[in-house]
Every structure is written in C-alpha cells, then in structure tokens.
C-alpha cells in the first residue's frame, strides 16, 4: 500500500489543475461543514455541564392574562412551590445575579460579577466544592425581622443583620487571593456599603457557570456566590426576582411533574387576587431547551446548508474522478496487458482517492479553525454557550 501511495503522489503531481481543483473543492466542502457542526455540536448537541442535566427544567411563571411569558418568582413563590411539589421534584433552586463593587487585590475598586443561590443550589446542580465547604441549610436562616414597638412607643433598633456565607470561584480565588486557603472561615473584603462582609466558607470548582439565554440577563460566570436568605412573605408575592431551576426525580416525565407545578399555581392563584387576575401559572421547560430554543431553528438550517454543500463537493469529485478515469483508459490497458490485476488497478485508483481526501481534510479542518474564530467574532447576541464551540476531532 505505501508502494501505491507513493506512486499516487507522482500521478497526482503530474496533474496539478486536476489535483488542485479537487482538493480545494473537498477542502471548503468540509471546512464550512466542520465549522458549523462544531457550532451545531457545542450549542444544540453537547450536554449541559451538570449533574444528570436530562431532569433539571425551569420554572417559568407566566401572567397568561397579560401576555407575559418567563417571568422570575417571587420568595413565597419559589417557597410554595419548592415545598408544594415533591412528589415529583428531587428539589428546586433559586439564584439571581448581579455586579458589585468590591475592593481588589491593590485596594481599588473593582467590579465582580456575584451570584445570590438559594443554599441547596449546588446540590441541585451537581457543583462540586473543591475547599471548604458547600452551603448548609443554617446558611439560608432569614434575616430577624424588625420588632414591632408598643402603641405610642419610638421605633425599636432593628437586630444586627446576620452575615451571608459565600462560596468563591477557583479563578477568582485564584486572582484575588493567589489560592490561599487560610482565607477560608474569614470575611470577604469589602466596602462599608456593601453591610455586613460575606464569610468565606469554600470554593467551587473551575468553570461551573450559569446557563440561560442571553436575554435572560444571568451572569454566566458569577465570581461569588452568596447564599440567599429566602423570607416566607406573601405580603410581598409581587417581589419577583429568583429564577428557579428543579431537578426531577428519576423516571419522572415532563407532563407528570407540570401537572404538580399547576396544583401549586392553582393555589396561589386562590389566595392572591393579582395571581387570578394575571392568570399566573407555571411552566416547565427543560433546561437545555430554555436555553437553545431561540438559536435552533437558525444553526440546523446552516447545518442543513452545509450538508447539501457537501453532497454537492462529493458529486462535483466523484465526475471529475470518472472524467480522469475515462481520459486514463490507455494507461490502464497497458498495465493490464502488463500483467497487473483488476485489484491492483482498483487499489491504485483507492490510493489516488485517499491522497486527495487526506489532503483535502488537512486543509479542510485549518479552514474550519479559522472559520471557528470568524463566525465567534461575527456571531449573534442571543448565540447561546460560545464558550463550548470548538473542533471536536
């Protein structure tokens, strides 16, 4: 076989237009079909970075009454519903993110990127803590509320706030305390602002990150977490601000566990006049649907694009291959009446074919790296988990 890879070589480099032409032909067929399945393959076909990801759904609330889809819940909302659906649900978990300002490594203020979790959070999702500790359930004790003071009397001093527990990223432990775990049991440096300082109590592994649709304005890679203090209080059902991620249990399927999620909305629905006025209900959806729901029509239609260029470059080779086969027939019968067989005359024409292909795929896949970082640099706002598109070899 080398003996015939070696003459193909030679056959091959005395046809440079012919050579050329199908290389180059193979060679863009599958650089665009292997940049958009790599686009393909990290946003709609790679499984989210969790635990058992198949069963964690979102719980969307919707005001069906005003045309309001994927609401966040409110506390008592998430309260209700984490303890009104077990029959169905391992558990659910709360978070909201945002940015604050906090002291650096210098002194300056810098901006960090802060994620507020209900205590069960990584539990849930499968994060692993790799120092320290996870939260605890202690960890989520609400705040004490104020006194109520005595008819005629001046308002009492509200109780000391209790510090929140926080659990860092590796790379912002990393940048911010060079990795030294002594840091851990101490409170957070932070502005005077910012109330009573976070207590340090672990760190999460590298690159755990929060997945939602761009629009949904989560910080996908939160440098602190704080574990969230949840108060019971219908009084303020109308404070929404949690979203909230449940985990089925196994073996449970989607429409079981909606119809669970509906009982808990029909109560609330009961007992709070703007819910039944609203028509507040919730809706389940798969995580990683929620997630690519909006970019799936668009990627498999350049996949299916790219495909049909591919079939094309496969039948634009294959005449090209038949016309020099035709236009070699002389060449053929000499070495036949030469004395070689039907099988090595096919087996010399399959090394000419592996040549090119193996030429064609080298500069295929250079063109589908180079076209990976194009299409990032170009891609869409709402282009979901662009982090995890890469050649899948």
Request: positive net charge; contains cysteine.
């Amino acid at each position: 076989m080398l003996n015939d890879l070696t003459y193909a070589f030679r056959t091959l480099r005395k046809s440079p237009v012919f050579t050329i032409t199908v290389v180059v032909t193979i060679a863009l067929a599958i650089g665009a079909s292997t940049a958009i399945f790599s686009v393909t393959n990290g946003v709609l076909l790679r499984q989210l970075p969790y635990k058992n990801p198949e069963q964690l759904v979102l719980a969307c609330s919707d005001l069906q009454k005003r045309n309001v889809k994927d609401f966040p819940l409110s506390n008592t909302d998430y309260l209700d519903l984490r303890n009104g659906a077990k029959n169905n649900f391992d558990d659910f978990a709360a978070l909201q993110t945002f940015r604050a300002t906090l002291p650096g490594v210098d002194g300056s203020l810098e901006q960090v990127r802060m994620a507020q979790v209900s205590t069960n959070f990584f539990q849930t999702m499968g994060g692993s803590i790799v120092a320290g500790r996870d939260f605890q359930d202690s960890d989520g004790t609400p705040q004490p509320p104020p006194p109520t003071p005595a008819a005629g009397a001046a308002p009492a001093a509200p109780p000391p706030q209790q510090p929140a527990m926080a659990i860092l990223s590796s790379e912002y432990f990393q940048k911010r305390f060079n990795g030294d775990q002594s840091v851990i049991g101490k409170p957070l440096p932070v502005s005077a602002a910012f109330g009573p300082p976070p207590i340090i109590v672990g760190v999460v592994a590298p690159g755990f990150e929060l997945l939602f649709p761009p629009q949904v304005n989560v910080e996908q890679f939160p440098s602190l977490w704080l574990a969230a203090r949840i108060p019971y209080d219908p009084a303020n059902r109308n404070n929404v601000q949690w979203r909230v991620i449940g985990r089925l249990k196994s073996g449970v399927a989607l429409p079981q566990a909606q119809a669970e999620a509906e009982t808990v909305a029909q109560k609330i629905r009961d007992e709070n006049t703007i819910a039944k006025t609203a028509g507040q209900y919730f809706r389940l959806v798969p995580m990683k649907q929620h997630l690519v729901n909006e970019a799936r029509p668009a990627i498999l239609a350049l996949m299916g694009a790219v495909i049909f260029l591919l079939l094309i470059a496969c039948a634009n080779v294959a005449n090209l291959m038949l016309v020099r086969a035709a236009s070699r027939e002389r060449e053929l019968a000499v070495r036949a009446a030469l004395g070689a067989g039907w099988w090595q005359l096919v087996r010399q024409t399959i090394a000419e074919a592996l040549v090119i292909a193996i030429l064609g795929t080298i500069i295929g896949v250079g063109l589908a790296y180079l076209g990976i970082h194009q299409l990032l640099a170009i891609a869409p706002a709402n282009l979901p988990r662009l982090n995890a598109i890469r050649i899948d070899f």
